[in-house]
């Protein structure tokens, strides 16, 4: 049995005709951990929903009535999501996922959660296939019960976290670095810390840049890190031109969670984007941030 219990909910998988985004995906890396031995059924936990007042730390009255309703308005329509009742229970069951994992990071020094990192997520609209922010929430949760005076969230996404980025503008307890693709979507918003690369950015220089910027986060001495390991910077995905390799992206997970481990800083791991052109390449990507998680996991509880 693993030390930390690796978060999972069959709500995740939402069925979506022809979209980019494979909700298929957390089931499958969750298959193949337990085919290839990483973990059994029983190392899987699975969240209950949030609560309103968890939902209200970070999001508006306003808009979690018009999602909850299905109304489609201002405040939802831009998710490019269909509004369904799916996928806003895939949604609310991410955040409780997210607090989860963040328990579990107490515990065993690195959680994991097989969902989540929506970081487009605004308090008042959606946006960018994200509804509710529960990287944010977490992040507000962790300094509210008193768990940490300090969070970090890193987030290696392609795509700025734009909705993380605003939410924490004026908040000087919460350290947004954000390491993405400049010239593509969203319209940026100013994190504590924005590396934006040119398109065509692969391994090396990418890996130097992140190096740079883990310096700096460490230097705010973080109680928590949040880390957002989107697998888009990929270089056969669809939404993006970067051209970093799986052994690249395998580096970049190691390279985070090996700060963390090293300084004893509890690690929550969302998976957050990946939208490759083959959907195994997507799940081999995901599958090896889990597998690296689990590996510095067992380091440090061993
Ligand atoms: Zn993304």
């Known amino acids: 049995m693993l030390p930390g219990k690796i978060v999972y909910s069959p709500h995740y998988l939402v069925r979506l005709e022809n979209h980019v985004y494979?909700?298929?995906?957390?089931?499958?890396?969750?298959?193949?951990?337990?085919?290839?031995?990483?973990?059994?059924e029983e190392d899987f936990i699975e969240p209950e929903l949030p609560s309103e007042e968890t939902l209200l730390l970070v999001h508006s009255r306003e808009y979690l009535n018009d999602l909850k309703g299905l109304r489609f308005t201002q405040r939802t329509c831009r998710a490019e999501l269909p509004l369904?009742?799916?996928?806003?229970?895939?949604?609310?069951y991410s955040v409780s996922g997210t607090i989860l994992a963040l328990e579990e990071a107490?515990?065993?020094?690195?959680?994991?959660?097989?969902?989540?990192?929506?970081h487009h997520a605004f308090p008042d609209h959606a946006e960018g296939f994200c509804y509710l922010n529960d990287v944010a929430i977490c992040a507000r949760q962790a300094i509210a019960k008193g768990v940490a005076e300090?969070?970090?969230?890193?987030?290696c996404d392609?795509?700025?976290?734009?909705?993380?980025?605003?939410?924490?503008?004026?908040?000087p307890r919460v350290f947004t670095f954000s390491i993405h693709e400049e010239e593509i979507y969203p319209k940026k918003e100013k994190s504590s810390l924005d590396i934006g690369l040119n398109g065509g950015t692969g391994d090396i220089e990418y890996l130097r840049e992140l190096e740079r910027g883990l310096t700096e986060v460490l230097r705010f001495q973080p109680e928590l890190i949040?880390?957002?390991?989107?697998v888009d910077p990929f270089r056969y995905d669809k939404l993006g031109s970067l051209k970093l390799t799986k052994e690249g992206l395998l580096k970049r997970d190691s390279m985070v969670l090996g700060e963390c481990a090293q300084?004893?800083?509890?690690?929550?791991?969302?998976?957050?984007?990946?939208?490759?052109?083959?959907?195994?390449?997507?799940?081999?990507?995901?599958?090896?941030?889990?597998?690296?998680?689990?590996?510095?996991m067992k380091i440090l509880n061993g």
């Open 150 to 155: 300090k969070v970090a969230i890193v987030d």
């Open 84 to 92: 369904t009742r799916d996928l806003v229970d895939s949604a609310l």
């Open 22 to 40: 494979q909700t298929e995906k957390y089931s499958l890396v969750k298959d193949r951990l337990i085919r290839e031995g990483w973990a059994k």
């Open 226 to 230: 949040i880390y957002v390991g989107g």
């Open 158 to 171: 392609l795509h700025q976290g734009n909705g993380t980025a605003f939410i924490f503008q004026n908040e």
């Open 263 to 296: 300084r004893r800083i509890p690690c929550v791991v969302t998976m957050a984007g990946g939208y490759a052109f083959k959907v195994e390449d997507t799940v081999d990507l995901h599958f090896q941030t889990v597998i690296t998680a689990i590996r510095f």
């Open 106 to 118: 107490l515990k065993a020094r690195i959680g994991i959660h097989l969902g989540g990192g929506h």
